[in-house]
């Protein structure tokens, strides 16, 4: 039984509620359909923007549109963090549904002196994680959604590791599922915030480090990016995290915690 048989169950009318499984060709017959009065919506900013120009480009009542789009989603981490507490956030954040939320992390920003020990416990971390069917209880890691999505993934991998950037790859071959569109989990080595211009929408995370007397500059580049929907911060000392909160308009900034709701 799926969700919607079960809310018109409870009483939701079955003319107010239906569900339309599909890929993107449907949802555009919707959005372009005359009647729809309103849009709500999750996913890309890509996508997102293509169903604002085809609201915009119709006739007749102007039709609002609410979307939740994706981001780079930085999270935060200065020395006096707990280094188990971050790695147990981290894995949650990064790898949990297999990257594919608009809030997951994408860019763990690590401060210099802490580096090499918390990315060192997040990598013990993701190699014990277990890819498989969602369905199932043991699993941590599922699927990406279809075979366009595992093949931009894995050529982004292969890109990365092609600069020699991979710090960490899932390889426990013998317990990769024999079918379904997986992506081991990664972790990605960058230079510079500012080297992560895109949502890399899967159970990749990406690495900077960054000084104590860098943080003003490291803010800078991540306000730059254009993208501002989840922000995670890792700091036991408060005026840190409002230091950071004050600069970086985020619409949901998660302390000490992971940042996935």
């Known amino acids: 039984m799926c969700s919607s048989d079960l809310l018109h169950r409870a009483g939701v009318p079955a003319n107010a509620l239906h569900l339309v499984p599909g890929d993107g060709r449907v949802g555009a017959a919707l959005v372009a359909d005359p009647r729809t009065a309103g849009v709500a919506f999750t996913g890309s900013t890509e996508v997102g923007r293509s169903i604002s120009r085809a609201l915009a480009s119709k006739n007749g009542p102007i039709v609002p549109l609410i979307a939740e789009t994706g981001g780079i989603n930085p999270m935060i981490v200065d020395a006096t963090a707990l280094p188990e507490q971050v790695a147990d956030d981290v894995i949650a954040s990064a790898f949990r549904s297999a990257g594919q939320r608009c809030s997951a992390l994408r860019l ?28 199932h209880v043991a699993t941590h890691v599922g699927p990406v959604i279809d075979a366009e999505a595992k093949q931009r993934l894995d050529g982004w991998i292969a890109a990365m590791a092609a600069q020699g950037r991979i710090v960490f790859r899932w390889d426990d071959h013998h317990r990769l599922p024999a079918q379904g569109h997986y992506v081991p989990p990664a972790i990605v080595a960058l230079d510079r915030a500012r080297d992560l211009k895109e949502e890399v929408f899967g159970p990749i995370l990406h690495v900077v480090r960054w000084r104590a007397d860098e943080l003003d500059a490291l803010l800078d580049e991540i306000a730059a990016n254009g993208t501002a929907l989840t922000l995670g911060i890792h700091s036991r000392i408060d005026a840190t995290v409002q230091r950071i909160a004050a600069r970086l308009a985020h619409g949901n900034i998660y302390v000490n915690r992971n940042m996935i709701g």
């Open 108 to 135: 763990l920003c690590v401060q210099d002196d802490v580096a090499d020990e918390m990315i060192a416990m997040i990598s013990g971390a993701a190699r014990e994680l277990a890819l498989g069917d969602p369905r």
